[in-house]
C-alpha cells in the first residue's frame, strides 16, 4: 500500500485533476490518494472566516458568491455526462448552503474550523465525482472518521491506525481510497485542522498509520535542490536525504515540505518521495532513513529572524541564569531557534517578534538587552557535517569577509548554522554555492 497527496496547484484545475487520475492509475498498488484544497480556497476561506469574526456578513457573503461561482466554472469542465454533472453540482450546492448558513449562526473558533474544512470536502468529493465518471473504482474515506488529535493538539498514530484500519477493513476489494488532507477531528470530537499546509502532515501520518511502502508527496517543484533557484545562479537537485537531513532542511524549505511531517514518516520508517505532477519522471527527492553520503548536502536560509543579546555580568560563575531566560520565553510561548552563549552573555533568535516587547522588558529586569531586527538563518546541512573536519573548513573558508553576527556549530552533526543580516542573505548564498559546490 502507498499513500500519494496532492497540493493545492496539483487539483487546482480539472486539467489538473486529470493529470492526476494518470498518475494514481499508473500502477495496481493498492493506494490511498490524499488531497489538499484546490489552490486559494482555503485562503478565501480564511478571509471569509475573518469576515464573519468581524461580524461583516455582507462582505463575507460576497466572498462566498464569489468562491461558489469559482467552483461553478471549475465543474463545467470537469465533467461532461448527466449523472456526473447533476453529482458534482449537488457537491458545489451541499457545501455552499452550508457556509451560507454559517452566516447566520454567532461566530465562534470551532465555527472557524468548519468553514476551513470545506476546502479539502470540496476537493475530495469533486475529484471523487470525476473519477466516476470515468469508471474508475474507488472509496472515498472521510478523513473526520480517522484522523484527530489530542486533548494537546497531537496527533497519535495509534489512534489513528486502529480507526483507519477498521475502515478500511470495510472495503477488502477496494484498490483505490480518496481522502482529505489537512482536516480532523479535536478531543472534543469538533471539526479541526492540521494548520496551514497541514494536508502533507496528514499524508505522512496515515502512511505510518498504515505502514506504507512509501509516502509519495506530489507538488508542483521537482524535489528539493542544494540551494534556493530563486536566489543562487545554479542549483542542483538533491536525490536522496535522510530523516535527519530532511528534519533540518524542512524548517527552512517549509515551501516543499511541511516540517511537522518528518517526524511520522521517521519514527515508523517510511520512507518519502517528493515529486513533480509537471514532471513525473524527474527523480525527485527521496527521504529515508539511510544517510547516503557524506560532506555538505544543501543550504537554506530563514528570512525574518531576530536575534537577542542577553548579557549579565552576574552570568560569570553562576547557575540559574539561562534557566531564567528560558523561561521567558517559555511564558511568552516564543520558540527559540539558533543560541551562542559566551562566559558573560548569551545570543538568542526567535522568528516571531508578537511578545518582543514583554520579553525584553522581563529580560532587562536581570540583564542588558540589545535587538538586532532583519536577520537571516543560513543553514548548511549534511549528514555528520558538524564532525567532518574538511566540511567545517570548507564552510569557514567559503564566508571569507562575511560578517557573521552568530555561529551554531555542534548542536547536531548534521548542521553548522549561521546568522547574517538579511542584506547579506544573497552573497552568503552564492559564495557558499561556490565554496561548497563548486557552482
Ligand atoms: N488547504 C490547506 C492549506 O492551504 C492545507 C494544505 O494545502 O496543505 O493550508
Ligand atoms: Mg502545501
Request: aromatic share 6%.
Amino acid at each position: 500500500m502507498k499513500v500519494m497527496k496532492f497540493g493545492g496547484t496539483s487539483v487546482g484545475s480539472p486539467q489538473r485533476m486529470q493529470q492526476v487520475t494518470k498518475l494514481i492509475t499508473a500502477d495496481t498498488e493498492k493506494k490511498i490518494v490524499v488531497l489538499s484544497a484546490v489552490s486559494g480556497t482555503t485562503n478565501a476561506l480564511v478571509e471569509i472566516s475573518s469576515l464573519l469574526a468581524k461580524g461583516d456578513r455582507i462582505a463575507a457573503k460576497q466572498k462566498i458568491d464569489t468562491l461558489e461561482a469559482q467552483y461553478q466554472q471549475f465543474i463545467k469542465s470537469l465533467v461532461i455526462t448527466p449523472t456526473g454533472i447533476n453529482l458534482a453540482e449537488n457537491i458545489v450546492k451541499e457545501h455552499f448552503e452550508f457556509l451560507t448558513i454559517i452566516l447566520r449562526i454567532s461566530y465562534s473558533e470551532a465555527l472557524n474550523k468548519d468553514v476551513l474544512a470545506q476546502g479539502e470536502l470540496l476537493s475530495t468529493k469533486l475529484f471523487s465525482a470525476y473519477l466516476m465518471e470515468q469508471g474508475i473504482a474507488h472509496k472515498l474515506l472521510p478523513a473526520l472518521d480517522f484522523m484527530t488529535i489530542d486533548a494537546n493538539d497531537e496527533p497519535q498514530v495509534e489512534a489513528i491506525r486502529t480507526r483507519i484500519l477498521s475502515l478500511l477493513g470495510q472495503y477488502p476489494d477496494a484498490t483505490l481510497f480518496i481522502t482529505q488532507g489537512f482536516i480532523c477531528r479535536n478531543a472534543k470530537g469538533e471539526v479541526d485542522n492540521l494548520k496551514r499546509g497541514g494536508s502533507d502532515y496528514s499524508a505522512s501520518l496515515i502512511a505510518a498509520a498504515v505502514q506504507a511502502s512509501v509516502c509519495e508527496i506530489w507538488t508542483d517543484i521537482s524535489g528539493m535542490h542544494n540551494n534556493d533557484p530563486r536566489i543562487v545562479n545554479k542549483t542542483i537537485p538533491i536525490e536522496q536525504l535522510s530523516f535527519d537531513e530532511a528534519a533540518e532542511l524542512a524548517y527552512f524549505g517549509a515551501k516543499i515540505l511541511h516540517p511537522a511531517s518528518i517526524w511520522p514518516a521517521q519514527q515508523y520508517n517510511t520512507p518519502v518521495k517528493l515529486l513533480n505532477t509537471m514532471e513525473p519522471e524527474a527523480k525527485g527527492t527521496l527521504i529515508s532513513g539511510q544517510a547516503t553520503s557524506s560532506g555538505v548536502k544543501a543550504i537554506a536560509a530563514k528570512d525574518g529572524i531576530t536575534a537577542i543579546n542577553i548579557k549579565s555580568s552576574r552570568m560569570l560563575l553562576a547557575y540559574g541564569f539561562l534557566r531564567k531566560v528560558f523561561e521567558i520565553f517559555e511564558k511568552y510561548k516564543t520558540p527559540i531557534d539558533m543560541i551562542t552563549t559566551s562566559e558573560v552573555a548569551v545570543s538568542v533568535t526567535i522568528d516571531s517578534d508578537a511578545s518582543l516587547p514583554a520579553i525584553i522588558k522581563e529580560l532587562e529586569a536581570f540583564s542588558t538587552v540589545v535587538v538586532d531586527y532583519n536577520q537571516t538563518i543560513i543553514c548548511i546541512v549534511g549528514n555528520e557535517i558538524a564532525a567532518t573536519p574538511k566540511s567545517i573548513q570548507q564552510v569557514f573558508e567559503s564566508l571569507n569577509e562575511v560578517n557573521v553576527r552568530m555561529v551554531s556549530y555542534g548542536g547536531s552533526a548534521h548542521n553548522i548554522s549561521i546568522l547574517v543580516a538579511a542584506e547579506l542573505k544573497k552573497q552568503v548564498l552564492q559564495q557558499l554555492n561556490s565554496g561548497l559546490f563548486g557552482l
